[in-house]
């Protein structure tokens, strides 16, 4: 291209845009914006005037005795002075425009507006608020959980979730059971609401395949002809299925079928992915099953584990950390208790039915190591005070055995471990002496401040 085809007038909708196309690009320069000031000022000298843009060509622009509404002497003056500036400008911008091989003057031969981007984008720099990620369509169970005392038959109903506007012409899934030895897929039917969804008439084509090892996969057309379709937002039950449970099972999504069946929604003949979720199938005769730690004295913590049987069970065996530590003839409901060294532990209850474990289930929990406090006069830390306490300390005092809880053994509460503490103990036991002070009976610490260390 050479500069006098660079420089040819651009008519657009009966306007001649005259000038360089480039000259503007120079303002702005090959990697962005020029200051403000100086666009501002080559702007000004293209609005200076009604023939401002036409006369930045020098070429296109009529006479002023010839320009409409014969303008007057002052006008002329106007108008030439105005022609002296945008000659001043269009010399300004010739001696920087690129040449016509160039980066700049291609990108403005392209793009005839490009030399009024400069404005443009600073007037769009400030970008606008992050939009709102899209909901996507699911296919999920309903109900997503199933509780069930004894093996028995279970159904569900696997539904479309459409959470937006839009035309829906069909859609297609697959689930399949995770351990089909413990559950298995005995019927699917199509619900009775999509029965009706072309326009309420049943969808031109509709169809469901069982397919071993207990998959299930569904593909569905509202119309042929598309003129009947399914208005959203909405959740539509689409089969419902009915399995033979005898175990803990998952029904989810997986692929299945061959070619595979695809997990998504058409709308307008365009597939969106469908997310999935699993049903969660579990059999037990044990409910609502949970295990926390609880003080259950000075020193001991345990496992309080509450459950309830909603079916008779023959035994229920105990484990911690995967060893048996106790077998009840019978659900027992509400307590479990141990005294457990601090750590983590794991207890499990087995359900034992007709000689079968039915339903183990285990909760996880950590036994703090911090004590409850002690009681004064326990000194062999056996949660009860008595004669054993006295002869601990003896047995203390003579090197021959040492204390959990030294504090518990000063039994007058002075601070100090000697023959006075065993000989208080026994005089309050059998010869109605003083109270040891607190903390007595129950577990504590000491009001005054501790001066012996415990634990």
Wanted: charged letters at 20%; one cysteine or more; glycine letters at 10%.
């Amino acid at each position: 291209m050479t500069i006098a085809e660079h420089e040819r007038p651009l008519e657009r909708g009966g306007v001649s845009w005259g000038g360089k196309r480039g000259s503007l690009i120079s303002a702005m320069g090959r990697d962005g914006p020029a200051p403000l000031a100086k666009t501002s000022a080559v702007s000004a000298n293209l609005m200076g005037s009604a023939g401002g843009l036409r006369k930045m060509s020098g070429r296109t622009a009529p006479p002023p005795d010839r320009a409409i509404g014969s303008p007057s002497s002052g006008a002329r003056r106007t108008l030439a002075g105005t022609s002296e500036m945008t000659r001043d400008a269009t010399e300004e911008s010739r001696r920087q425009t690129p040449t016509p091989h160039s980066k700049g003057a291609m990108m403005s031969a392209k793009h005839p507006y490009l030399p009024l981007l400069p404005i443009w984008m600073l007037l769009i720099q400030s970008p606008g608020p992050a939009a709102e990620p899209i909901p996507r369509p699911r296919i999920s169970p309903s109900p997503p959980k199933i509780e069930l005392c004894e093996p028995e038959t279970a159904r569900v109903c696997i539904a479309i979730e459409i959470p937006f506007a839009g035309s829906v012409q069909g859609w297609s899934w697959c689930h399949c059971v995770g351990n089909s030895s413990c559950a298995q897929i005995m019927n699917a039917a199509v619900s009775q609401t999509i029965g009706q969804v072309k326009c309420g008439d049943p969808p031109d084509f509709s169809r469901i395949n069982l397919a071993p090892p207990g998959c299930i996969s569904r593909g569905l057309v509202v119309d042929f002809d598309a003129h009947c379709t399914i208005p959203g937002p909405a959740t539509l039950c689409d089969v419902e299925l009915s399995l033979q449970v005898n175990c803990d099972a998952r029904v989810c999504p997986a692929p299945c079928g061959s070619p595979p069946v695809d997990p998504v929604l058409v709308i307008e003949g365009q597939s969106i992915p469908l997310e999935g979720e699993c049903l969660e199938i579990a059999v037990s005769p044990l409910r609502d099953f949970r295990c926390t730690p609880s003080p259950l004295a000075c020193g001991a913590w345990g496992l309080l584990a509450v459950s309830d049987c909603c079916s008779p069970v023959d035994s229920l065996r105990v484990y911690e950390n995967e060893r048996l530590t106790a077998e009840f003839a019978g659900c027992v409901p509400q307590l479990l208790a141990y005294d457990l060294a601090p750590g983590a532990y794991e207890l499990c209850l087995e359900p034992i039915v007709a000689g079968q474990i039915q339903g183990r289930r285990c909760c996880s929990v950590t036994i703090p190591s911090a004590r409850n406090g002690y009681v004064r006069g326990d000194a062999n830390d056996d949660e009860k005070v008595n004669i054993a306490d006295p002869v601990a300390i003896l047995n203390y005092l003579s090197a021959s055995m040492s204390l959990v809880c030294p504090a518990s053994a000063d039994g007058n509460g002075d601070g100090r471990i000697d023959i006075a503490d065993p000989i208080f103990i026994l005089e309050f036991l059998f010869q109605k002496g003083p109270t040891p002070l607190p903390p007595f009976p129950e577990c504590g610490w000491d009001p005054r401040g501790e001066v012996l260390p415990c634990g």
